[in-house]
């Protein structure tokens, strides 16, 4: 039972166009969620989060979009980099209670063309 | 600069073999986790420990256990490595629930 999923395995998009990640969850004890950029034969790197109480959060050419009626929140990035691609992963927290852990989606392999 | 180091990027163990995989963090964070990191299914929480000698089962502990001995070292052990154990395994800490930093990952194979 995936608590957290991302539906779209892969994406690709031309440079300078805008790419849009998505992520749905089930749980609704989770109040914090957090984005990671992953490059081949690296670690995971966080990238973006918010929290429950906001519906959107900036941090240069990244925003995150949280729906919480819909259980549903996205990564916009734009314009888009070759630099970018990589495989994004959401994440989601259920904060002390759930001992601070984080479930994760299956990723998304965003591909920019130049 | 924080830093996850792991003891090997890549390994190749034989069934049935006793495995250990090891991370140091140098962030004093208390919080340290183990994942597996497999295509299509995300990263998968295997053991987490919040303290030195704590620790807690993930989504999937089975064939696995852990160890805390110091603050800023946490160990992964296969007790007996399975085929299905071949995976990427991914070490991350954090501080109360600020996000985890991750290490480069170990590629395991178990032939």
């Known amino acids: 039972d995936q608590q957290v999923k991302q539906n779209s395995p892969s994406l690709s998009v031309q440079e300078g166009r805008i790419s849009i990640l998505n992520c749905d969850y089930t749980n609704s004890m989770f109040d914090y969620f957090l984005w990671y950029k992953k490059y081949p034969a690296e670690g995971p790197t966080f990238l973006i989060s918010i929290s429950s109480i906001k519906d959107k959060n900036e941090d240069g050419r990244f925003t995150v979009f949280l729906n919480k009626s819909a259980k549903h929140l996205s990564l916009h990035i734009v314009p888009s980099q070759p630099g970018d691609s990589a495989v994004y992963f959401c994440?989601?927290?259920?904060?002390?209670?759930?001992?601070?852990?984080?479930?994760f989606g299956g990723g998304t392999r965003v591909l920019v063309k130049p | 600069d924080v830093k996850v180091t792991q003891s090997s990027r890549y390994l190749v163990k034989r069934t049935g073999e006793k495995v250990f995989l090891e991370c140091v963090q140098d962030m004093d964070h208390e919080n340290m986790f183990w994942y597996r990191q497999d295509p299509g299914l995300g990263l998968r929480l295997i053991y987490f420990s919040y303290d030195v000698k704590m620790k807690e089962k993930g989504d999937i502990p089975e064939g696995y256990s852990v160890s805390r001995e110091k603050k800023e070292r946490f160990s992964l052990i296969l007790e007996s490595a399975s085929t299905n154990q071949t995976s990427m395994y991914l070490c991350?800490?954090?501080?109360?629930?600020?996000?985890?930093?991750f290490g480069p990952g170990t590629r395991l194979t178990v032939t």
């Open positions: 991350a800490s954090n501080e109360d629930r600020g996000e985890q930093y």
């Open positions: 994440a989601a927290s259920a904060g002390k209670a759930a001992g601070n852990k984080l479930t």
